[in-house]
């Protein structure tokens, strides 16, 4: 299972390819806002996949466990500033890396 193909397949529809959110969906969570989505435990999570969050949010029952952990990880990456930003700007005079 790929949680980038799932998230496509199932949720990019609303909340768009960047997680941000459509702007024509109502009231659509920003899966980038990382205030948001450190506040959300994975079961949290998983439950409002498999339950939906009506009226606007479809119910997705029919994700198994395996299914549900891929994509919960993906969502959770769409929160997450890259590797380069965590590192913050090389200093002054530093040698970059050989190739």
């Known amino acids: 299972m790929d949680g980038a193909r799932l ?12 997680g941000k959110g459509l702007k024509e969906v109502p009231g659509v969570r920003d ?3 990382a205030n948001l989505m450190g506040m959300l435990t994975d ?9 939906g969050k009506p009226p606007t949010m479809p119910a ?18 769409l929160s997450s500033p890259p590797a380069a930003a965590l590192a913050g700007p090389a200093p002054l005079g530093a040698t970059p890396p050989a190739p």
């Open 7 to 18: 998230y496509a397949q199932h949720c990019a529809r609303c909340h768009g390819p960047d």
């Open 43 to 51: 079961d949290r999570v998983k439950a409002t996949i498999r339950m």
């Open 60 to 77: 997705f029952a029919h994700f198994a466990e395996p299914s549900l952990k891929v994509l919960v990880a993906f969502v959770r990456q």
């Open 31 to 33: 899966l980038t806002d």
